[in-house]
């Protein structure tokens, strides 16, 4: 039987029923999982058939009402809560100890929580809170789960790692000169946004290249997608247009789609079959988009020192 080709409607459930045997056993551990997120709409998908369902997020009390909307519809869904706050190292060391200790093996981690896109913020390292949260601490995260993550190898089965990345990285570069000492003279919303989504794609290049592909790590585009968005988050958005004055998304001029259909490219970075072997590779409407990438995100030297700077911003190496 030929396998469906996705595509901007498929949803995340529609790719989990169809590859229900890359889930089944699994254990899948997704960030940012709170109910009006895409991170929701992702472990939606894999409730049903995996093994064990990881959420995180920063609040247990959110956490808790996510697991009670995934038990309503999946009575029998094995789920665990992982407070992780990506803002503080503490918490990324804490939760990363905490999965270690498992029993279980882990199989499968998406990337998907991300910091507001906002204005010049620096978090409790003294570095940008954006950069930080969405790439230094994912980044400090697998380093940690690394050796647990490749623990659960098997002659047909390499653990995949996902970072959430955004078609917004186009509209900058990495300053290299400001990661370790951040200048607000130089800041701006969507460029320290589009900095740090560049980053979770050379970051998805080089750990699957670094692991000699014994990890399959991706990134991904998951389309414009409406949330609950903060303020700050919202105004950033109206001011460079796709927004409307007013809050609205602005339709005329972008093309949305829904958070089941954003999230469908999150679970085939995971777990389809048809991208095994294709590493460092980013995805879009769930299917492989690699001529979407920007010059800057796709230079392998790029992913190389930005491999290399994240570990001198945190003191330490991440080695296999």
Not at 223 to 234: K, Q
Request: a neutral charge; charged letters at 20%.
């Amino acid at each position: 039987m030929s396998l469906p080709t996705f595509d901007v409607k498929t949803t995340a459930k529609e790719v989990a029923a169809t590859f229900p045997e890359q889930i089944k056993g699994k254990t899948v551990l997704v960030t940012g999982t709170s109910l009006k997120s895409i991170g929701f709409t992702t472990v939606q998908a894999f409730a049903k058939d995996a093994g064990l369902l990881i959420i995180t997020g920063r609040s247990a009390e959110k956490l808790k009402d996510t697991e009670a909307a995934l038990k309503t519809e999946f009575p029998g869904a094995n789920i665990r809560l992982l407070v992780l706050d990506l803002a503080s190292r503490a918490s990324v060391r804490k939760a990363a100890a905490e999965v270690n200790a498992y029993p279980e093996p882990l199989h499968i981690i998406i990337h998907n929580a991300a910091d507001v896109i906002g204005p010049f913020k620096l978090n409790e390292d003294n570095l940008d809170s954006q950069f930080s949260s969405n790439h230094v601490s994912p980044f400090l995260f697998t380093k940690l789960l690394a050796t647990k993550l490749l623990a659960s190898s098997t002659p047909s089965f390499a653990p995949r790692v996902v970072f959430v990345s955004s078609s917004a990285h186009s509209f900058g570069a990495i300053d290299w000169d400001t990661l370790a000492k951040p200048d607000e003279a130089k800041h701006t919303p969507m460029g320290a946004y589009a900095q740090s989504k560049i980053a979770n794609i050379l970051t998805a290049k080089e750990l699957t290249k670094r692991s000699g592909g014994r990890i399959q790590s991706f990134s991904l585009h998951p389309g414009s997608i409406v949330t609950s968005e903060a303020p700050i988050n919202v105004a950033t958005l109206q001011s460079i247009g796709i927004y409307t004055p007013d809050g609205k998304p602005n339709t005329a001029d972008y093309s949305f789609v829904t958070r089941e259909q954003g999230a469908a490219t999150s679970v085939a970075a995971a777990i389809d079959p048809r991208i095994e072997g294709k590493g460092g590779a980013y995805l879009s409407c769930a299917v492989l988009a690699d001529d979407q990438v920007s010059e800057f995100a796709a230079d392998p030297a790029n992913a190389e020192r930005l491999w290399t700077v994240t570990e001198d911003l945190l003191g330490e190496k991440f080695t296999f």
